[in-house]
């Protein structure tokens, strides 16, 4: 897999990469996570200290990660998705590995990750990627757990 900068003339698909497996996969969790970012994603993550990465194979795009800068000291690590057929191939720790390359070059002294009970995947390389879980914050019938790794 390839790891790049998104660009522009990548919305479409990357919109539907992340709608699509949010509608199949993560009905509940969608109440709680806006998808606004989505229409915008040039101007959402355009800041110095902000990127949106894609992951390519085969000149399509499988996977997706994001960093939003919420403070001067802290990430959020946002937008983490692969597509299901290319999954348990690594592409998801390759994408999270991207990311926090970027967090360090940018300075940033902590990451922060939210997630819920059914973003098993995405909870379990967190904590793999060695984020610890510093929150839970019901939200409905739905509980968000708060990640941190400190850099």
Known sequence: MKVRVFREEDTALVKALISTILDKEFQMEKQAYSDTDLNTLSKTYSGERNIFLVGEEDQQIIGTVAIKEDDQE???????????????????????????????????????????????????????????????????EIEIILFSLKL
């Open 74 to 140: 802290t990430a959020l690590l946002r937008r983490l998705f692969v597509d299901p057929v290319y999954r348990g191939k690594a592409y998801g720790s390759t994408l999270v590995d991207k990311a926090l390359q970027f967090c360090r070059k940018e300075g940033y002294k902590e990451v922060v990750f939210r997630g819920t009970a059914g973003m098993s995947a995405a909870t379990r390389l967190a904590q793999k990627k060695g984020f610890a879980e510093a929150e839970r914050i019901r939200f409905g």
